[in-house]
Nanobody
Framework: QVQLVESGGGLVQAGGSLRLSCAVS????????MGWFRQAPGKERELVAA????????YYADSVKGRFTIFRDFAKNTVVLQMNSLGPDDTAVYYC????????????????WGQGTQVTVSS
């Protein structure tokens, strides 16, 4: 089993920044891809960014390219999502997820999920 615990959400004004962290523990040898998803009220959950367990091959949704950065902090065994230039459309619950599939882009291929952290961007 793999345990994921998110932190770093909160309320921020438009144009501001937030950093989300996902602490990863357990059977990490089974992980190939880490992802950050988000779900806004009334919308489907979507993949925002993903990265290989080794820290390579980052992927970004078009809506966040150039604003968000995903990376692995190996010293802390976390996956970080740095979010800059936030706008009201970024308001959502953000979830960290781990997949046993390499370069996973589909929600159904993620096996482990965190509890989610709320990000609210005020205009």
């Amino acid at each position: 089993q793999v345990q994921l615990v998110e932190s770093g959400g909160g309320l921020v004004q438009a144009g501001g920044s937030l950093r989300l962290s996902c602490a990863v523990s357990g059977r990490t040898s089974s992980i190939y891809t880490m992802g950050w998803f988000r779900q806004a009220p009334g919308k489907e959950r979507e993949l925002v960014a993903a990265i290989g367990w080794s820290g390579g091959s980052p992927y970004y949704a078009d809506s966040v390219k150039g604003r968000f950065t995903i990376f692995r902090d190996f010293a802390k065994n976390t996956v970080v999502l740095q979010m800059n230039s936030l706008g009201p459309d970024d308001t959502a619950v953000y979830y960290c997820a781990a997949s046993r599939v390499a370069s996973s882009r589909y929600q159904s291929s993620y096996n482990y999920w965190g509890q989610g952290t709320q990000v609210t961007v005020s205009s």
